[in-house]
């Protein structure tokens, strides 16, 4: 086989789209009602463009599934009993490297985002559904989170010191360790790293899918604050301006566009939620951006749509799924052309 694997974009051309589905026994459970119509919503967003691969707890909960999706297409769902831990299935699910018409999934280690949460069925996911995967698996043993990295498909990585490089991931790895380890697992030539920027409530120590992502090999859409008195505004304009010294391989400058943030969103104990327009899902068609039934939601469709020119930018419901700190990207993982059998 090939040995000019690189890891694949968000928008090169895909199969399905992973999900799984909130349960009682998940962190669901106090708001299992709301947030499945949530999911209700993501799935039948993806089924315009891809096949929803539906991660289940057994054939009852299949059934109950299927019984609120009577309505999605025109791709069908497909569903897989298994057992998981939570349902941020975009930090488990296996990232996918392409050479040509080739394909290769990573398997990378999942602790819980640094031994936060019980993580041991999310982390066995991917060997559990080995028998769909049409491409070979190989597992990395290395904590890599695919909220916490993102690609622009040609040599480059974007990612955070603060996630990446944190003590609670892959003890004992330097800076250059984990640079030669992601640039050859991966097919990379270059990593950008950000050590500005963060927002309040983010549990996952500033994965990227919240603050910046690449919508081209030459745009990075990113979170922007023009409130002074907004405590993500020092950090923001901070990350902000280290994005405008970033150029492209070739020297030339990104195309910035900023993303607003929505109006402050609130649990229930007060502590500021990290609601985020960047946690958006690129498709092949489309592309499927949270809203919080906010002042900014407009704004941030209008300059993401700006951002993809053919694709149709599609709402999704973010309020219920920010309740525990994700969004629809968090929720998913796209699987490309000829991953599944």
């Known amino acids: 086989m090939s040995q000019n694997f690189q890891w694949l974009p968000e928008w090169a051309g895909q199969q399905a ?31 315009g463009a891809a096949t929803p691969l539906i991660l289940c707890r057994g054939p009852a909960h299949q059934a109950h599934i299927a019984g609120l999706l009577t309505h999605c297409g025109p791709y069908r769902p497909r569903y897989v009993v298994a057992d998981y831990n939570d349902t941020w299935c975009r930090d488990y699910g296996p990232l996918c490297l392409g050479d040509g018409p080739q394909r290769q999934l990573l398997d990378f280690r999942f602790t819980g985002w640094g031994d936060k949460y019980e993580a041991h069925l999310d982390d066995a996911i991917n060997r559990q559904l080995e028998a769909l995967w049409q491409a070979p698996l190989r597992s990395v043993p290395f904590e890599l989170e695919g909220g916490s990295v993102d690609t622009d498909g040609a040599g480059t990585l974007l ?21 030669e380890l992601l640039r050859n697992t991966l097919g990379l030539t270059r990593i950008l790293w950000l050590s500005e920027g963060a927002l309040l409530g983010d549990d996952t120590d500033s994965h990227i899918d919240n603050l910046a992502r690449f919508c081209d090999p030459g745009t990075i859409a990113y979170c922007h604050c023009d409130n002074p008195e907004d405590p993500h505004y020092a950090p923001l304009t901070a990350m ?22 929505p109006s402050p969103r609130f649990d229930q104990g007060g502590q500021r939620l990290p609601a985020s327009y960047v946690n958006f899902l690129i498709l092949n068609d489309r592309v499927i951006m949270p809203v919080f039934d906010s002042p900014e939601d407009a704004l941030a469709r209008e300059r993401l749509s700006d951002c993809f020119p053919g694709k149709t930018i599609v ?27």
Request: aromatic share 8%; charged share 20%; net charge negative.
């Open 17 to 47: 789209v992973l999900l799984a589905w909130p349960h009682q026994d998940t962190d669901w459970r106090p708001w299992l009602a709301d947030i499945e119509q949530d999911y209700v919503a993501l799935a039948s967003a993806i089924a």
């Open 315 to 341: 709402t999704v419901p973010g309020g219920n799924l920010i309740r525990q700190f994700g969004g629809p990207h968090c929720a998913t993982m796209q699987l490309a052309e000829g991953t599944l059998r």
């Open 240 to 261: 902000e301006h280290q994005l405008q010294g970033f150029t492209r391989s070739d020297g030339s400058p990104y195309r910035l566009q900023p993303l607003p943030l």
């Open 159 to 179: 990612t955070t010191e603060h996630c990446l490089l944190h003590s609670n991931r892959n003890a004992g790895m330097q800076r250059w360790d984990i640079e």
